[in-house]
């Protein structure tokens, strides 16, 4: 069994939409863009953004976005420094992994496993 689709509660979800489709490649399909939209991965996993008000996740809530090396993951962290984010360098934790808080007030983690 895999999991195939997430729903994602966002402030603002033409930023959060442009997020995900700018650093992690994700297809925006559908929607009306300010208050839903449907975003598909390579792997066809469906990913919906709502409009919400004060979105408050968990502190340790995240989603993540698994790479296939160490050097793209250097490469997404710098393109989010140079583009004004907020990113601490990767460090090797359970993976070479970094955070970063996305548009829309929800945290991604990239990451390339160990293994």
Do not use: C
């Not at 929607?31 to 990913?47: C, E, R, T």
């Not at 993951?73 to 970063?100: C, M, Q, W």
């Amino acid at each position: 069994m895999k999991l195939r689709h997430l729903n994602l509660t966002v402030d603002d979800v033409e930023a959060s939409r442009k997020f995900l489709e700018t650093y992690f490649d994700m297809k925006w399909v559908g929607g009306n863009g300010k208050g839903f939209a449907v975003m598909f991965d390579d792997d066809q996993f469906v990913l919906t953004l709502m409009k919400g008000m004060n979105v408050q996740y968990p502190k340790t809530f995240h989603v993540g976005f698994p790479q296939e090396s160490r050097e793209k993951v250097d490469d997404i962290n710098k393109r989010l420094k140079t583009d004004g984010y907020e990113v601490d360098a990767p460090i090797e934790s359970h993976g070479y992994t970094f955070y970063v808080q996305a548009p829309g007030e929800f945290t991604v983690e990239v990451i390339k496993r160990n293994g």
